[in-house]
């Protein structure tokens, strides 16, 4: 293909050029030529070519009369640097020097970081899954790491194709200026939840429903002394409440799910958030009437004293996660009820409510 | 912090590159081909490199605001370009938002216009 465009050009420009140095600057030309050609489209090349010779041509009759004779090398390759770059001359031609232009690369980052976050956090659950069903979990983890990362590529190339492909088509983007700043969201409220924190909960969320429906387990064994342990398990009390916290749990999955497509604060956000956590409240308080909450037996030998203090110390740690548990979510409702009341006070200045 | 000769560089070409089509639309208002539309360009101060002058002469011609012709001249074949009825109303336009602008540009700036034109420019 090059040798043929090369070839053409140079039939153009006369090889029967009577010195060799004059055959060498037309060669030089025929170069350059041919190099912009290839990358043109098809139906305008040989029109634009005609005329980026004629005004090569134009340069170097002006060049060779303001130097009083012919053209060498060297002036001529500053001539053809001076119209630019085959690559970069073609490309103007082309008119499209952008991928994604102004009017869509707003728009472009905002829908990226909701399909990566979405892509990262499933394919994180996906590979946290399967590492906790794997007798191997930190190989299987490593392992799929890598897989979850290409996931998080291949939809970064799908939403770049698409939004190329819009750009391409001239897609209408009309629908961009219907926005109403009376329901922009109240980022003055409460910061929005970052793509990080809200793949990391849900991940963590997915975990969790996981191990409560008992499709994946943890290991519940606590070692006392060489070669004896003790095995934990939930007691009776949890299921009075196996079914709160699942749909709790669910709950709470959906609304980390939302946070990634809508990250901002809203009021019904935080009325869920209370109901949440006030429901979350009552099954602790339903808890911590039913002690005990988990049981312990010994596994391999271990002897009652052995398990007398292993059960001591579970109850701690459990009433203690409870207590902490309780006053977190306590402080939590204390902060949702602030915010749903500083925005029921609307203010004559939006600044005065500025987080 | 100071300012990056990038910086200047990029807003340099920013408020040249609508001034450069509006300079070549009121050169073309008499027929040129393209080496003498860029020595008449850069004679009146406005220099452009042909990389991206051909393209934006194809581009207006495209936009209907352009016609042009080949013709035989100085025994060579040249594209002569001209500017089209509807390129005349269009620089009409483009003329008096120009001069506007200009009128705003100096009341703000509250000096007279610089006298040096448009040099060593891409578009």
């Known amino acids: 293909m090059t040798d043929h465009l090369v070839e053409a050009h140079l039939k153009f420009h006369d090889m029967n050029a009577p010195d060799d140095g004059e055959r060498k600057v037309k060669d030089m030309i025929a170069r350059y030529l041919a190099a912009v050609e290839r990358r043109l489209p098809d139906d305008a090349a040989k029109d634009i070519i005609a005329e980026l010779r004629e005004a090569i041509d134009s340069r170097v009759e002006a060049k060779e009369a303001e130097l009083g004779r012919a053209a060498g090398d060297d002036e001529i390759a500053a001539v053809l640097k001076d119209f630019g770059h085959p690559v970069v001359v073609a490309s103007r031609y082309s008119g499209n020097d952008h991928l994604i232009g102004p009017g869509y690369y707003p728009w472009f980052w905002h829908v990226q970081r909701i399909a990566v976050g979405l892509a990262i956090a499933i394919g994180f659950g996906i590979v946290t899954i399967r590492a906790l069903g794997s007798e191997e979990p930190f190989r299987a983890a490593f392992r799929g790491i890598g897989s979850a990362l290409e996931i998080a590529l291949v939809t970064f190339g799908v939403v770049t194709a698409l939004f190329i492909a819009a750009e391409r088509g001239k897609l209408d983007m009309k629908w961009a200026a219907k926005w109403d700043p009376k329901s922009l969201p109240r980022d003055n409220v409460r910061q929005p939840r970052t793509l990080f924190e809200s793949a990391f909960t849900l991940v963590f969320d997915i975990v969790f429903l996981l191990f409560w429906v008992k499709v994946v387990q943890f290991p519940n064994e606590i070692p006392v002394r060489d070669g004896a342990s003790a095995a934990l398990a939930f007691s009776p009390a949890w299921d009075v409440v196996y079914w709160p916290i699942l749909v709790l749990a669910v709950g709470v999955t959906v609304v980390h799910l939302a946070d990634i497509l809508h990250p901002a604060w809203s009021r019904v956000r935080s009325v869920v958030s209370i109901a949440g956590h006030l429901a979350g409240l009552g099954i602790l308080w339903v808890l911590y009437q039913s002690q005990p909450l988990i049981e312990v037996t010994p596994v391999d030998g271990a002897d009652l004293d052995e398990i007398a203090r292993v059960v001591r110390m579970v109850w701690g740690i459990v009433n203690v996660s409870l207590g902490v548990a309780a006053l977190i979510w306590v402080v939590t409702i204390g902060v949702e009820v602030w915010r749903l009341l500083r925005t029921a006070r609307a203010p004559a200045n939006p600044s005065q409510v500025a987080a | ?123």
């Open chain 2, 1 to 123: 912090m100071p300012i990056g000769p990038d910086i200047i560089e990029a807003l340099r070409l920013e408020l040249r590159r609508g001034s450069l089509i509006l300079a070549v639309l009121g050169t073309l208002r008499s027929e040129k081909y393209g080496y003498t539309l860029k020595t008449e360009l850069g004679e009146a101060g406005v220099d452009i490199d042909e990389g991206a002058l051909y393209p934006m002469l194809r581009r207006l011609e495209a936009q209907g605001l352009l016609t042009s012709e080949w013709r035989e001249d100085a025994k060579r074949q040249k594209r002569f370009y001209r500017l089209s009825a509807d390129g005349a109303a269009a620089l009409e336009h483009l003329t008096q938002e120009w001069r506007g602008m200009n009128r705003a540009l100096e009341r703000i700036l509250g000096g007279p216009p610089a006298a040096a034109g448009l040099k060593e420019g891409r578009q």
